[in-house]
């Protein structure tokens, strides 16, 4: 099992070793990125993993690899898959938060818009940090995140991956009022409807729309009125 193999990895020190690689050479761009996709590895569906890598500092040293490489594409997509595992534990997802986690992650979109892969991690990071936690919701509303998720969607619309990971951000982010009036008022249903109809036959793709586009009429007339006239229900 391979979850039971990441398990046995992080409890025979492999954390420990990463970590201390990446605070003994900070700026040293390629082990920081290695390091950055080995805990994105270790953190997939571990929750065991994901607690010790927050605990041992992990949160913090990922954070400041992304201020010391901005302008790195390929270093800030490792740190966004990283951070994106980490986050689906919900007390890493605050302690992101805390940290100023979700403004590095939207940061990193505003500074690389056409790496693809990129904003794909950033969203799956972006949908984590949103699930269950208000304090990140209202971050995302007020700093401009719903408007990069579009933005990734509209520049990225033939790739379904990221079209998947976006449309699950927005999903996570409409079970708030404030989340959906401002994804209606920045053309997000108009978006998500285009998404549809690009990827007609990809089912994952159509579940992720649907669930956002059911999010988003919750206690919504105007929602409601908008789809039925851009053409949701055909």
Do not use: Y
Not at 4 to 16: F, L, P, V
Request: charged fraction near 15%; hydrophobic fraction near 40%.
């Amino acid at each position: 099992d391979k979850s039971e193999n990441r398990t046995a990895i992080g409890k025979q020190g492999a954390i420990e070793c990463i970590l201390a690689a990446m605070k003994n050479h900070p700026s040293d761009a390629s082990i920081q990125r290695q390091a950055c996709s080995a805990i994105w590895n270790l953190a997939v569906s571990n929750d065991d993993n994901s607690v010790s890598i927050a605990k041992q500092g992990g949160i913090e040293l990922i954070l400041s690899t992304m201020t010391e490489f901005t302008n790195d594409a390929a270093v800030q997509q490792q740190a966004c898959g990283a951070l994106w595992n980490l986050a689906s534990n919900n007390g890493n997802s605050v302690l992101i938060g805390e940290q100023g986690g979700v403004e590095f992650v939207m940061l990193a979109m505003e500074n690389h818009p056409d790496d693809a892969n990129l904003q794909r991690f950033a969203c799956g990071a972006l949908g984590n940090l949103v699930d269950n936690n208000d304090a990140n919701i209202i971050t995302i509303c007020k700093q401009g995140g719903v408007e990069l998720i579009l933005t990734a969607m509209r520049t990225h619309i033939n790739n379904a991956d990221l079209q998947q990971q976006a449309c699950a951000a927005l999903w996570n982010l409409g079970v708030s009022k404030i989340a959906r009036d401002v994804i209606a008022q920045k053309g997000g249903i108009q978006t998500i409807l285009s998404t549809m109809k690009s990827h007609p036959n990809n089912p994952d793709v159509l579940l992720q729309n649907c669930g956002t586009l059911c999010n988003l009429t919750l206690n919504n007339e105007n929602n409601r009125a908008a789809i039925g006239k851009l053409g949701g229900i055909e």
